[in-house]
């Protein structure tokens, strides 16, 4: 899925936006419908694929979309609003509520069937509605239309994007201290959800799989409502700052709107969590352990938003591949560290492991601090091609 994400990014910047969407959600269609019939675990494998190869464009792209049609005084809270739709998917019911009900009273297959039909709906409101947002003569295919026009003999080898090209952005130490500050953030969500049925199911005897599915709601609120806010609150800190130094734009002002979550939010919220699963019983003890869940989505939301939006305003020529390489390179991190969660719950338990993540995330909120205080010649070591206030 992250090298989907890479390669839709990188031809996305070559060839715009429109192009991208118009051949993923075909595959993305085709990959659900075939899950959904699938008669072996070969065709489900084969299948999910594709499935993931048209899904996996959906937030960088997104995420340039953004960036090519929203200022940057608007942008925080643009990106806020859209991530929150994004992570309502695993988070918040419709997606775990109603695939736990599909799971327990009809089949799997009906879920991935009907995000096919989801999918086959965003196809055609995208071929309806939506134009290139790409700006007129930056996409490199409008670059080689000129060379073209003006005699220039173009090989054919030059309309093909190394998908790979977005990684070679992780060289900026600031990227890298805020892609590594949002795994260690990101990764408190996962263990809480990856074992919730050998840890809040079996805590509290919940066996039911609707009813384990509705348990993220909780998180899930707390992340809508989160995401708007701190996209709000990013935008204020960028104008206000930015008065205060006499209209000098300093981009990792933005990142100030993530301090809160990262040293709160998040870390104590994990925490109490294990406090509370590991010692209250009955509904007071889930309830306690709901409270966990909103405040750790809450958190959540005030640090990715911000992150994300601060990557597209310092790259912001190359937004959606500088977004694919952060949450590519931050997923891939995730899918390894996700495999050690059961094992450390089944040898130290849950607290032990909450505690863990939540010191990572408190080395999270110091690599966003760093970044923040540093981040000029950050980017002055390593400069890969960022923006300037002019060109934001």
């Not at 200022?71 to 992570?87: M, P, Q, S, Y």
């Not at 959606?320 to 560290?337: F, H, K, M, P, Y």
């Not at 089944?346 to 110091?366: E, H, K, R």
Request: charged residues 15%; aromatic residues 10%; hydrophobic residues 50%.
């Amino acid at each position: 899925m992250s090298i989907g994400a890479l390669t839709a990014a990188s031809y996305s910047t070559f060839y715009g936006r429109r192009p991208i969407y118009l051949c993923a959600l075909p595959l993305l269609i085709t990959g659900s419908v075939g899950v959904s019939l699938s008669r072996s675990v070969g065709e489900l494998f084969f299948f999910r694929v594709f499935q993931a190869a048209g899904s996996s464009p959906g937030f960088s792209i997104g995420a340039g979309v953004i960036g090519d049609i929203y200022k940057l005084e608007e942008r925080g809270t643009a990106i806020g609003v859209f991530l929150a739709a994004i992570l309502m998917g695993p988070s918040l019911a419709p997606s775990n509520l109603i695939a736990g009900l599909a799971a327990e009273y009809a089949s799997w297959r009906l879920m991935q069937f009907i995000i096919g039909i989801f999918g086959l709906i965003a196809l055609a409101i995208i071929w309806i509605f939506f134009p290139e947002t790409s700006h007129p003569g930056v996409r490199g295919i409008d670059k080689l239309r000129r060379e073209a026009e003006s005699g220039v003999k173009v090989k054919w080898t030059r309309y093909i994007v190394n998908p790979l090209a977005p990684l070679s952005l992780l060289r900026a130490p600031n990227i890298v201290a805020v892609m590594l500050s949002g795994f260690t953030i990101a990764m408190t969500f996962f263990v809480i959800m990856v074992p919730i049925a050998y840890t809040i199911g079996a805590r509290y005897n919940i066996r039911n799989d609707a009813i384990l599915g509705a348990c993220a709601i909780p998180g899930g609120i707390g992340e809508i409502i989160g995401a708007p806010i701190s996209g709000w609150m990013s935008d204020r800190i960028v104008v206000r700052h930015r008065k205060a130094r006499g209209g000098v734009w300093y981009p990792e002002d933005r990142l100030r709107a993530t301090l809160s979550g990262a040293l709160f939010l998040v870390p104590l919220s994990m925490v109490f969590s294990g406090l509370f699963n590991a010692y209250i019983d009955g509904p007071i003890g889930l309830a306690l352990v709901f409270v966990c869940l909103f405040v750790n989505g809450l958190g959540l939301e005030l640090i990715l938003g911000p992150s994300a939006a601060y990557v597209v305003d310092v790259l912001h020529s190359r937004s959606a591949e500088a977004i694919a390489a952060n949450n590519g390179t931050r997923s891939v991190l995730i899918s390894i560290a996700v495999a050690g969660i059961m094992p450390m719950i089944d040898t130290y338990g849950v607290l032990v492991t909450n505690t863990v993540s939540a010191l990572f995330a408190w080395g999270g909120f110091g690599l966003l601090w760093l970044t923040i205080k540093y981040g000029e010649p950050m980017r002055k070591w390593c400069d890969v091609g960022f923006a300037t206030a002019e060109t934001t």
